[in-house]
């Protein structure tokens, strides 16, 4: 079995900061591609960024510029920084992953965490 806790949502002004967490532990071999996706209210999920075990990195159009994913792969944790939040902002963020298990390969989420910015 394979848990995804994300922390660090939040109220914060417009123009402000936050930085979310999402730690995956459990019984796996190793884990593949991380991501972050977002619901805004009344909207579908939209991609925010994903990482690949390289590091290698890709934002979604709505928050180039604004975030920075990262991850520790000694701690199978990943991190999105994101900046200069806007009331577009807003929403329910989901953490993603694939994982590989000793006999397939399987995709996770988390129960999310709610990122409101006030104007």
Do not use: H
């Not at 619901?39 to 920075?68: F, H, M, W």
């Not at 701690?75 to 577009?88: G, P, V």
Request: contains cysteine.
């Amino acid at each position: 079995q394979v848990q995804l806790v994300e922390s660090g949502g939040g109220l914060v002004q417009s123009g402000g900061s936050l930085r979310l967490s999402c730690v995956v532990s459990g019984t796996f071999v190793a884990v593949n591609t991380m991501a972050w996706y977002r619901r805004p209210p009344g909207k579908q999920r939209e991609l925010v960024a994903s990482i690949a075990r390289d590091n290698s990195s890709n934002y979604g159009y709505p928050v180039k510029g604004r975030c920075t994913i990262s991850r520790d792969n000694a701690k199978n944790t990943m991190y999105l920084q994101m900046d200069n939040l806007n009331a577009e902002d807003t929403g329910t963020y989901f953490c993603n992953v694939q994982v590989s298990r000793r006999w397939d390969v399987q995709n996770y989420w988390g129960q999310g965490t709610q990122v409101t910015v006030s104007s």
